[in-house]
């Protein structure tokens, strides 16, 4: 019997969680759908059956196996304990988690081993960390990476519903309500999230210290500016990475290439390369524009694209639950 929660069913990331279990065939036997008291009591459509969407008190009566969360940092820090607390094991998309020392923070072909039982509150990591990581990783283990300069060119579906309508409504000519300070249709918002007294907004942070924690080794260092970009969907990043060893060009591709969940999309002669456009509704993470930095030694660039609310959220944290149930860690 598993018995699966899906908190804040009814958002954007919800949706797409449930969407990935269905396409995964994740083994369901009863389907426990969780968001706001203002859509308690509504109905949504899973694998042609509707269900009820219950409140968060009675979500935790109802005792689930696996809660995937996506509710926001605040539900998270409030119910993710109480879920713990009766036995469900929460894998949390919001960032409440992340950096606490006490939990863990995954992405699953990484360092899902790191996972036990006793692991009741499982962080799922930022959209842009984890599409960076997946391309970092295999590099880093050969080649030992020292510095990381990572640009990002984040969709507005990582805002959330809100900034989706706002760029709508621009493109239609539509006055309406902003999720951001300024117009985003035709431009360019070097500010995601809150900003810092560092200067650097949060985002920003979460790029810096994540890599870190996922591969376990303060050794090298991030650092990252983030740009919010009018595309729909689809997360993009320029990173610039320092190694302590060479490297070739056709050992990077090919590292690459045999890492799960990669795909290297790298041809100028035939203007390949990833773009948020061929991304939409994929899981993997696109890598091109690998080329060496002739201004510095031991020195890669590359471009890296990915689905910000699949990969970057959704599929992974049904990942880490795949991985929980092969290996009778729920």
């Not at 290297?264 to 080329?291: C, L, S, W």
């Amino acid at each position: 019997m598993m018995k699966v929660a899906v908190v804040g069913a009814t958002g954007m990331v919800g949706e797409v969680m449930l969407k990935v279990l269905a396409e995964r065939n994740f083994p369901i036997t009863e389907l426990v759908l969780v968001a706001s008291e203002r859509s308690v009591g509504k109905t949504m459509e899973y694998e042609g059956k509707e269900h009820v969407i219950i409140g968060l008190a009675d979500a935790v009566a109802a005792r689930p196996q696996i809660a995937l969360f996506s509710a926001g940092g605040d539900t998270s820090m409030v119910w993710a304990p109480k879920f713990a607390e009766v036995g469900t094991t929460v894998i949390d998309n919001s960032s409440a988690w992340r950096m606490d020392q006490t939990k863990k923070l995954i992405v699953p072909e990484i360092n899902a081993q790191e996972l036990t039982a006793s692991d009741k509150i499982i962080a799922n990591p930022n959209c842009s960390t984890i599409q960076l990581v997946m391309a970092l990783a295999p590099l880093h283990k050969k080649y030992k990476m020292k510095r990381v300069i990572v640009s990002t060119y984040q969709s507005v579906s990582g805002t959330g519903v809100k900034a989706v309508r706002q760029l709508e409504n621009e493109i239609a000519g539509i006055e309406g309500e902003m999720a951001y300070p300024y117009p985003i249709s035709r431009n360019a918002l070097p500010h995601c999230d809150v900003f810092m007294e560092n200067g650097y907004t949060k985002e920003e942070m979460k790029l810096a210290r994540e890599p870190q924690k996922i591969l376990d080794d303060r050794t090298f260092s991030v650092s990252a500016t983030a740009v919010r970009i009018p595309t729909a969907g689809g997360h993009s990043e320029s990173v610039n990475v320092e190694f302590e060893n060479d490297f070739t060009l056709s050992d990077v591709r090919r590292l690459l290439n045999d890492s799960a969940g990669v795909t290297v999309q790298d041809n100028p002669d035939t203007n390949t390369y990833p773009m948020p456009i061929y991304a939409h509704d994929k899981d993997e993470v696109f890598v091109g524009r690998i080329r060496r930095d002739e201004t510095q030694r031991n020195t890669l660039n590359m471009w890296i694209v990915s689905d910000n609310l699949r990969k970057g959220a959704a599929t992974n944290a049904v990942q880490i639950a795949e991985y929980l149930l092969k290996n009778s860690l729920v």
